[in-house]
Structures are given as structure tokens and as C-alpha cells.
């Protein structure tokens, strides 16, 4: 492996992402694919690039992800927030605008578990009095 490249480890809901930043033109390949070709959606696309975008360095680094478990949506957030924290252990200076953006912060939201006796986490059969 290179000397030059720096790793982040995002997560968001059952997701997980691990990112390298390698010094480049802006390539951006997710799992061997395009952003758009993997997440199928341009507003996911352009929510993994926004740690690039809010830190001037979309043409900079050549961005290689890989990502397992959760959906598209839990697996766009987990890539931003590896490439922000990658970002971040490249650049110390560009932690002040990545943490104001919210991209540094895990969201801890998970599933919540079923329980017995109800439907689903929290929905309770119909009452009924007799």
C-alpha cells in the first residue's frame, strides 16, 4: 500500500463503510462502480460527495469505497461519514466545516427490536372491552 493514503470507517444505521483517500484527479468508485451506477439515485450521489464539495478537495483525491450491509440510503450515509473522517485525518484544518455540516457525528438511530406481545417495536393489538 501506498505511504500517502489515509482511511475512514463510516457508519450509519447497519451499514459500513471503509473508505481510502489516495491523491488524484476525482475518481469516486463504490464497491468497482460509479456513485450513481451503485446508489441508483443522483440525491444519494451527491450526499456521499458533499465532505468533497464543503472541503474543496472533489478533484484532489481519488476516492475507493467499500460498503456492506444495511440499504442504499444507510450505506450513502455510512460513505460520507468515512470520507469525512478520512478527510480529516489528512487535514486537521477542515474539521471545523465537516463538524458544522453534521458529517463527523454517527447517527446512533437504529431499528428499534419487536416485542412480545405487540406487532411490531410499539404497536399493540386493537383493545377491545369484551
Given at each position: 500500500m501506498a505511504d500517502n493514503t489515509t482511511r475512514g470507517t463510516g457508519r450509519?444505521?447497519?451499514?459500513?463503510?471503509?473508505?481510502?483517500?489516495t491523491p488524484g484527479e476525482g475518481r469516486v468508485m463504490i464497491n468497482e462502480k460509479t456513485p450513481l451506477?451503485?446508489?441508483?439515485?443522483?440525491?444519494?450521489?451527491?450526499?456521499?460527495?458533499?465532505?468533497?464539495?464543503?472541503?474543496?478537495?472533489?478533484?484532489?483525491?481519488?476516492v475507493s469505497v467499500k460498503v456492506e450491509g444495511g440499504g442504499v440510503s444507510g450505506q450513502a450515509g455510512a460513505i460520507a461519514h468515512g470520507i469525512?473522517?478520512?478527510?480529516?485525518?489528512?487535514?486537521?484544518?477542515?474539521?471545523?466545516?465537516?463538524k458544522k455540516a453534521g458529517l463527523l457525528t454517527?447517527?446512533?438511530?437504529?431499528?428499534?427490536?419487536?416485542?412480545?406481545?405487540?406487532?411490531?417495536?410499539?404497536?399493540?393489538?386493537?383493545?377491545?372491552?369484551r
Open positions: 450509519r444505521k447497519t451499514a459500513i463503510a471503509r473508505v481510502r483517500l451506477a451503485y446508489l441508483g439515485r443522483r440525491i444519494l450521489e451527491m450526499e456521499v460527495l458533499e465532505p468533497l464539495k464543503l472541503t474543496d478537495s472533489l478533484r484532489r483525491f481519488d469525512a473522517r478520512a478527510l480529516v485525518e489528512y487535514d486537521a484544518d477542515s474539521r471545523p466545516a465537516l454517527r447517527d446512533a438511530r437504529e431499528k428499534e427490536r419487536k416485542k412480545y406481545g405487540l406487532k411490531r417495536a410499539r404497536k399493540a393489538p386493537q383493545y377491545t372491552k
